[in-house]
Nanobody, 120 residues
Framework: VQLQASGGGVVQAGGSLRLSCTAS????????MAWYRQAPGKQRELVAA???????RYADSVKGRFTISRDNAKNTVHLQMSILKPEDTATYYC???????????????WGEGTQVTVSS
């Protein structure tokens, strides 16, 4: 399984960006696709996640500003980011979590990060 992300860039505070990520390869059944981010000197954190069934969760810091969506037929997830703030500056990583069929838990796949820089 491979994840290919796109859409990062540089934007002024208050602006918008849209990230996209497509998963390729063979996998079946329910899964969750998500965006994480990691700023310099900080731990990677969950930004937003969406399951195959459409259940969504957001980090408190992005609620009301970011919207996650997915196209199950295309194995693609999008993150629409609005009202961006300088503190949103980070490397954003796409994640696909698939239930492990052999033991409790999930198998995580990660895409290469895409940089988002918000200038003040």
């Amino acid at each position: 399984v491979q994840l290919q992300a796109s859409g990062g860039g540089v934007v002024q505070a208050g602006g918008s960006l849209r990230l996209s990520c497509t998963a390729s390869g063979t996998f079946f059944g329910l899964n969750e696709m998500a965006w994480y981010r990691q700023a310099p000197g900080k731990q990677r954190e969950l930004v937003a996640a969406i399951t195959t069934g459409g259940t969504i969760r957001y980090a408190d810091s992005v609620k009301g500003r970011f919207t996650i969506s997915r196209d199950n037929a295309k194995n693609t997830v999008h993150l629409q980011m609005s009202i961006l703030k300088p503190e949103d500056t980070a490397t954003y990583y796409c994640n696909l979590a698939i239930p492990d069929q052999q033991r409790p838990g999930v198998i995580d796949y990660w895409g290469e990060g895409t940089q988002v820089t918000v200038s003040s």
